[in-house]
């Protein structure tokens, strides 16, 4: 997702909040359905070094998390996944010497540092432990049904040559 200038003013890149509330009215009656909210402004944040944005965005982001979950408290089909696919800038939270809350950064760009998965719902239990990132879509698509994820790579065709006498 593009960097935000203006969430006031930029109508064109919703909020994750206002997706995510915009969304409610996605939830069609399918057995099965897959919605992907990304909170990309947080990674631009880390990207400005600017501590406030990320905060904000953070809690910006933490407001849809709370829809999908109070959704998913009373749906009781849908499971409700956040993690992030790296980390930015490698944001340090650390006591000054009056013992008040400081950040900084210690990275300029994205860090190779863990990131955390929460899950809620059913099926929670195939998201707890150590998953390499890319098992993360693997999963979803087990509990989707699909039958082979990711599709196999079509073999290259072979190039046949036009044989003239
Ligand atoms: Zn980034």
Known sequence: MPKRKDDKQDNATPCSDQ???????????????????????IDWGG??????????????????????IEFAQRDK?????????????????????????????????HTAGDVPIYAFGPEVIHFSGTHDITDIPKII???LDFIIFPAPLKAAQPVVEAVRN
């Open 47 to 68: 990207h400005d070094k600017d501590r406030d944005n990320t905060i904000r965005q953070t809690l910006l982001f933490d407001m849809a998390v709370k829809e999908a």
């Open 141 to 143: 698509a087990r509990l």
């Open 77 to 109: 089909k849908t499971l409700v996944i956040v993690t992030a696919d790296h980390e930015t800038d490698g944001l340090l939270l650390n006591a000054d010497r009056r013992n008040r809350l400081v950040a900084g950064w210690n990275s300029d760009d």
């Open 19 to 41: 997706l995510n509330a915009e969304s409610n009215e996605w939830f069609a009656p399918e057995p099965k359905f897959f919605m992907m909210v990304e909170g990309s402004q």
